[in-house]
């Protein structure tokens, strides 16, 4: 629960526990809070680094500015000085998989290990779309939840859980009706619009977990395959049964799909 100056920004992260760093950068309509269910399994022997990007939660908000991603690593650099880390885990689900991608890209040497979760390594024309059906539709609460939302989900989990996701409606249009909040999502959305590191990622050497989600269709399996044929050292896991949102829908998977990565210990087989 602190800040930190990134040139004239205040930038807003929270820190659990103790251990090895493992910082988690947010999906794009996401904040810290929406980690906190995760805080007390993510902070029993690391310690957790939750933050807010530029346009996110208690963090400043860019009103009336252009910017791209490449804005968000230097933030995510600035907390790793700031915090005087010399090396991190480093967790990105959707948008904040491609900010990590470039992180890692730009400052490998800061980086244990890598875990990149429903994400891809460039927006295609199919996501780009996407995107611009979320800004058009931004102008009206009810509007922007039906044109986001229901497709993060996988239809089993909408329609099972159809007095959450009730709930959670309840919750959402109130704040998609808040024009500072729909205008700093078009923000965010728009620094997305030209992410591509394809030609690139072939330079990651870290130790890399890709994991994609079975229906997912915000960022579907063959951007993860992709990523997974691109980075040397990558290992890759298919959630079953799961959308984008695969930390709500597979909670228990998801904690130890990540836990597991982060805290195995280098293992070398002698064969032979």
Not at 169 to 182: D, G, H, M, R
Request: net charge negative; aromatic share 14%.
């Amino acid at each position: 629960m602190a800040t930190f100056q990134f040139k004239e920004y205040s930038i807003y992260y929270e820190s659990y526990g103790e251990g090895k760093p493992l910082i988690i950068l947010n999906g794009i309509m996401m904040s810290t809070v929406s980690w906190q269910s995760f805080v007390r399994s993510f902070s029993q022997y690391n310690r957790l680094i939750l933050v807010d990007m530029l346009d996110q939660g208690n963090s400043s908000k860019l009103v009336g500015q252009k910017y791209d991603q490449s804005l968000q690593v230097e933030v995510i650099k600035g907390l790793v000085d700031h915090l005087k880390l010399d090396k991190v885990y480093l967790f990105g689900i959707s948008y904040g998989g491609e900010v990590a991608m470039k992180f890692a890209l730009a400052y490998q040497q800061r980086v244990e290990r890598l875990l990149l979760f429903n994400t891809t390594a460039k927006t295609s024309p199919w996501l780009r779309e996407i995107g611009y059906a979320w800004n058009k539709a931004a102008a009206d609460g009810e509007a922007y939840y039906s044109t986001t939302i229901p497709t993060i989900y996988s239809p089993q989990f909408f329609t099972k859980n159809a007095a959450w996701i009730e709930q959670r409606k309840s919750i959402l249009v109130p704040l998609f009706s808040n024009p500072a909040f729909t205008e700093a999502m078009i923000r965010l959305t728009d620094s997305a619009e030209f992410h591509d590191v394809s030609q690139d990622i072939h330079k990651i050497s870290v130790p890399t977990l890709v994991v994609g989600c079975e229906n997912d269709y915000i960022t579907p399996i063959a951007e993860q395959q992709f990523l997974v044929s691109q980075i040397p050292n990558a290992q890759f896991v298919i959630i079953p049964d799961s959308g984008h949102a695969s930390m709500y829908e597979k909670p228990y998977l998801f904690t130890s799909l990540v836990l597991g990565y982060v805290l195995a210990d280098h293992v070398t087989f002698k064969i032979g």
